[in-house]
């Protein structure tokens, strides 16, 4: 008979963080070579707000994809369960299996896992059937981004390759995006996904989920038969790859979109759906080094030449360049105060942010008891708007 311990007794000691207990990996080419192991940011989708498991010792989740094709792989390990806990079959694989595709993944297997993905590479090529439509190179290795009209296809062939190959990474968004959910493709046509894939192995760096809505120019344009109806383009989800980040290959790969999108023209603007901090911080770099690079920066100098006399940057002039360059209104506003501040314009910028944050918190601005108040809410805001710009453009390399 087995002696109990006093932390047996002990509900701590039988709690796990999913977030530990997940293990996320990623099997190369050369299967020889072993895996790459990098644990989830999120897994609250899958095991509730509270991202715990009880019931348990030295519990290990499994969840392993073959780099090339992702055919996913579950296994679930511990050293002790306790006598009235669910078994593992229930109460941890029933709660993950829902969110990988169904019918195509392996369990506990490992060998079957092996022979299934190993027997898919070998006509393996998702990039033949997709539209190329941007590459780039770094470090002599090669990459593309391929378009799909995912929500196109699955009206089509909801066998095809690439509905099966999205519906294995989709996960992905769950485990590193805060509050990403899947995809509803079955109700919704105008779905597109973004491949970015390294040519020379197929290996997947990184994916983006886009979609696009009818951007209404009024009555005169839309009565008018020979004009062409415009769209704006939405980024929903983008993810680099864990073992791939902090390689540059989320800039190439926002720069390749913004490229592609602006020499359509039935595009009116790019925009961005509930973008986190990290992601506001990679559009924000990348905006203005395609500002730089087109020669923005110097007309927006000649255009303030003088900045005792210009005491703001002409709201007629700015929409006229914010639809040439086809960004969002907030953000071509902020492009303009952070090159401003970059082009030492010190006073215009001053007046520039201040006017923006007293238009935009007018109300409230309104209802405290004097100027001076007003003054320093107006102040603070400026501080820390500064400072953010500030930290945005040291890591800036035009």
């Given amino acids: 008979m087995k002696s109990s311990n006093v932390s047996d007794f002990q509900p701590q000691s039988w709690q796990t963080s999913s977030n530990e207990a997940l293990k996320i990996s990623l099997i190369g080419k050369d299967v020889q070579a072993g895996a790459i192991q990098f644990p989830p940011t999120f897994t609250y989708p899958i095991f509730g707000d509270d991202e715990t498991i009880y019931g348990y010792k030295d519990l290990v989740i499994h969840l392993v994809f073959d780099s090339i094709t992702y055919k996913p792989f579950l296994n679930v390990k511990y050293s002790e369960k306790l006598n ?23 369990l506990r297997d490992e060998l079957q896992w092996v022979d299934s993905f190993h027997s898919e590479r070998e006509s393996f090529n998702l990039m033949l059937l997709c539209e190329k439509i941007d590459e780039y190179k770094k470090e002599d290795k090669s990459y593309g981004i391929y378009r799909v009209p995912i929500g196109e296809l699955i009206q089509k062939d909801k066998d095809s390759p690439l509905i099966k190959f999205w519906l294995r990474i989709q996960i992905f968004t769950l485990l590193y995006i805060e509050a990403a959910t899947y995809l509803n493709l079955e109700d919704e046509p105008r779905w597109v996904i973004y491949l970015l894939f390294n040519e020379e192995d197929q290996t997947l760096i990184g994916f983006v989920t886009t979609y696009s809505y009818w951007d209404y120019q009024g009555h005169e344009s839309f009565d008018n038969k020979a004009t062409k109806l415009k769209f704006n383009e939405k980024i929903s989800q983008f993810l680099i790859m ?6 540059g290959h989320g800039s190439s790969l926002y720069q390749s979109l913004y490229s592609y999108w602006f020499k359509q023209d039935t595009v009116s603007c790019i925009t961005v759906e509930d973008p986190n901090e990290q992601f506001d911080d990679l559009r924000d770099r990348n905006d203005l080094k395609i500002l730089s690079s087109t020669g923005f920066f110097e007309e927006l100098k000649k255009k303030c030449m003088d900045e005792q006399e210009v005491k703001f940057v002409s709201d007629e002039w700015i929409e006229l360049k914010r639809q040439e360059y086809k960004f969002e209104k907030r953000q071509f506003n902020r492009l303009i105060e952070m090159i401003l501040l970059i082009e030492k314009k ?53």
């Fill in 84 to 106: 009235d806990a669910i078994d593992p079959q229930t109460d941890i694989i029933d709660k993950i299996t829902p969110f990988l595709p169904a019918n195509d993944y392996i």
């Fill in 242 to 247: 864990p073992p791939y980040q902090e390689l």
């Fill in 346 to 398: 010190n006073m215009l910028f001053i007046r520039q942010v201040k006017r923006r944050i007293w238009l935009k918190n007018y109300d409230s601005l309104c209802e405290l008891e004097d100027s001076e108040q007003q003054y320093k809410a107006i102040n603070d805001s400026y501080l820390l708007v500064k400072e953010d710009y500030e930290r945005i453009i040291q890591a800036c390399k035009f």
